[in-house]
């Protein structure tokens, strides 16, 4: 017992004394270090077999009503209530990497330190690290009330925190780090530490490696972190004490051979959202589709429910759900899928929710009403949406 205190009061010491960037959270990187070389000293004690199998996945685009990532064949019914994220609707960031040159730093981030450019892996494009250690932010001079970001990893081997994401003071020209979310602390977990709470961690059902999709969902100062399908962070009330973010950061570590990566970023103003049909439609981009697809996504549960719940309350209510897509292919084919979209979304409702189909009437437009110029990821994700309207 005493060897061990010993070792972890060297480990500290060391940790408090190593130069680190000047934006990092002293406590953060302490307990960084203390658990990884914790958890590695417990790892060799295992067994073979207590190693956690990487979870099954298949790459998708991540995008207003084509994207989320499934690690399994789950449908919206056996997604867990726990699961309530929701894609803000005001798109601020929608970016694949594919309007910058391989190669190159992408245009719409701000680079902190370090080394990164733009690589292609898998049949995507992919933000990489390029070094031991970077750190960048999204452009912009405001975080809003309610945001969510979301982005891709693929990590084939997590074996310590490889991305970390963190709130800003950025626009003041202030690097400290108000909150931050570690990505992979001890291989299988999120730990998030932030002002005003205890620091809070959770392990992640099958480990971190292989793809997996990260979401975020703020709201003033709370803060939630999910993994794919699972909530593991609730950040009910951080104290911010007069200094709080008005960027978001994301940090990557390369903890071993393999460069840490990101793709398929969005970041929005918004969250979750309170329907009432009585008063307006309801345009939302948090139903999802595989591309080209007309299969409803498990990650689409969070707003079937809320429509559901609001449509039992209002037994009277009857609406139309309406389909929208970008101006991507033929005119035609994006009619009939827009209609096709619609008709899924009726038949989830009445299937996985119990909502009579009678109340139910299914539509599309395509991409003849356009909300946004197609010009822009951002703008095609913001017509690639679904439309409850009271008949």
């Known amino acids: 017992m005493h060897l061990r205190l010993t070792v972890l009061t060297l480990l500290v010491v060391a940790a408090l004394l190593a130069p680190r960037p000047a934006f990092a959270i002293g406590l953060g990187d302490v307990k960084k270090t203390v658990d990884k070389k914790t958890k590695e000293a417990t790892d060799k004690a295992k067994p073979a077999s207590e190693t ?22 789950g449908t919206v019914s056996t997604v867990s209530t726990k699961f309530d994220f929701v894609p803000g609707d005001k798109l601020i960031l929608m970016d694949d990497f594919t309007r910058d040159e391989l190669g190159e730093f992408p245009s719409r981030w701000k680079l902190i330190y370090g080394n990164f450019d ?32 979301e982005f891709d990893i693929d ?18 020209g202030d690097n400290s780090l108000i909150w931050r979310a570690d990505i992979g602390q001890g291989r299988a977990g999120i730990g998030c530490i932030a002002p005003g709470v205890q620091p809070s961690s959770a392990d992640m059902p099958g480990g971190l490696n292989g793809p997996h999709h990260i979401a975020l969902m703020g709201n003033g100062t709370s803060l939630k972190l999910y993994v794919d399908r699972e909530r593991l962070i609730n950040l009910p009330e951080m104290t911010f004490e007069g200094k709080a973010p008005t960027n978001l950061a994301i940090r990557m570590i390369k903890v071993n051979d393999q460069d840490p990566m990101i793709a398929n970023v969005r970041f929005a103003e918004g969250g979750k959202p309170t329907v009432d049909l009585l008063a307006a439609p309801f345009v939302t981009h948090g139903i999802y589709f595989d591309s080209g697809s007309d299969k409803v996504k498990p ?40 209609e096709k979209r619609a008709q899924a979304v009726v038949a989830s409702l009445s299937t996985d929710f119990g909502i009579e189909a009678g109340r139910l009437a299914a539509a599309g437009k395509g991409e003849s009403a356009p909300i946004a110029k197609n010009d822009s990821p951002e703008g095609r994700a913001t017509n690639r949406r679904v439309e409850f309207a009271k008949q």
Request: hydrophobic share 40%.
């Open 155 to 172: 990590q084939k081997l997590m074996e310590g925190t490889t991305f970390i994401v963190a709130g800003m003071p950025l626009a003041s």
């Open 299 to 338: 990650e689409s549960a969070p707003v079937l429910r809320t429509v559901a719940m609001y449509l039992k309350d209002n037994a009277a209510v009857k609406v139309t759900i309406t389909g929208f897509t970008d101006d991507v292919g033929d005119a035609a084919a994006n009619q009939t899928l827009s």
């Open 118 to 149: 733009i690589a292609e892996s898998g049949g995507k494009r992919w933000l990489r690290l390029n070094g031991r250690d970077g750190t960048v932010a999204i452009k912009g001079d405001a975080l809003p009330v309610k945001w969510t970001l």
């Open 52 to 73: 956690p199998a990487a979870p099954s996945g298949t790459d998708s685009k991540s995008s207003s009503s084509e994207g989320g990532k499934s690690t399994d064949g």
